[in-house]
């Protein structure tokens, strides 16, 4: 089977770029991840998953990671993305992601919410939660992406 | 590489939420699937992969997954997502994915036509369809998932 | 870890299909890509990663690729697809992917200047620029496939 995770960490990060995609890379850049191959995950924290906040990802990796992101090319707009990791000692945990048009602060409310409510779908006591999140107001063509990259 | 994997089962579920990523959530759990690391594939079911209904997916794992899944949020639509694998002795299969707003027996005959379209494209004899499908009546946000995971 | 792929090419092709996923699938077929698993991943060429132009990738394979495709069911309408690399010796590189509607022209030029813009926001110098895309005529529903697979 694909190795289990050990590791993780949290990120949220914004870009300009002149196409969507290079908006998207430039967050990605900026959120410590730019130089990896991002392998889209949906979304749980491995059991015993340990936190850490100093990872650095070797250039080109292939890197399970969970996102949430917006693209905008409305000049004026606020985007924001946002991720939280729902945790729960000696359990699997939960991680949820959400992205649009709307405050850092809205979007934080709303993934904790989404992480409650998917902690009680599992009737899990949900014991932490952490959260990352950014906004950005879109000059030309923007991006907001908040991740949880999973690593070994 | 990647390892190949070597087992496989089909599944469908749905589930409400109070968002479309929780109702998505919640029909991952009912579909058996919900406390993994989806990592969706574009898809064959490899050679020799073998067919276990009761395969059980530990906790946090990277699980190699075909799906098709549909999410609204207009009250009584009723929405369907299918699978379908196409078998041949000896070869690999090819697994097709449908998800619309449409009923489950619909939905069902349009991901066995899309089999059957992929085998001939490869001139490749069909001798087994296996289908697995869900419908769904939305009352607020509603998911309608279908999926072959791939495991080992 | 997940391994680290240490070969890649390049590849752009199209079809017709009587679906989306179908004529998806076709394309696939004719970029040599078609009886894979793709593993979809943003985007980097890892750092000693092989240009092999005659790499075959065992049926079934989880295949991590960078991919762009576009497909559209408006007969007469000119769909193109295209990625770039970007390569500097003794460092990783960055793949880019464009699809629109479209020539392949366009859709060349666009997808290096995209390529262009991740050097310059990396302070990477360029050094050599691949490229492969392809254009089509839709018929009824039609798809454009352009693609780095990643392989070992």
Same mark, same amino acid.
């Given at each position: 089977?694909?190795? &289990? =995770?050990?590791? !993780?960490?949290?990120?949220?990060? $914004?870009?300009? *770029?002149?196409?969507?995609?290079? /908006? ?38 292939? &890197? =399970?990671?969970? !996102?949430?992101?917006?693209?905008? $090319?409305?000049? *004026?707009?606020?985007?924001?993305? /946002? ?70």
């Amino acid at each position: 089977m694909l190795p &289990l =995770p050990k590791k !993780y960490f949290l990120t949220a990060a $914004s870009s300009e *770029g002149n196409t969507s995609l290079t /908006a998207f890379d430039g967050a990605l850049l900026n959120a410590r991840v730019g130089n990896t191959n991002l392998l889209r995950v949906s979304s749980i924290l491995p059991p015993g998953c340990e936190f850490d906040p100093e990872l650095k990802i070797p250039s080109g990796s292939l &890197l =399970p990671i969970a !996102y949430g992101s917006i693209t905008s $090319s409305e000049p *004026g707009v606020i985007i924001s993305a /946002a991720v939280a990791v729902g945790i729960k000692k000696d359990s699997f945990g939960v991680i949820m992601e959400f992205s649009g048009k709307c405050s850092k602060k809205e979007a934080e409310e709303k993934v904790v919410k989404m992480v409650e409510e998917a902690f009680a779908m599992r009737n899990l006591e949900l014991e932490e939660v952490k959260v990352a999140a950014c906004e950005h107001t879109v000059e030309n063509i923007g991006c907001a992406f908040a991740a949880v990259p999973l690593w070994y």
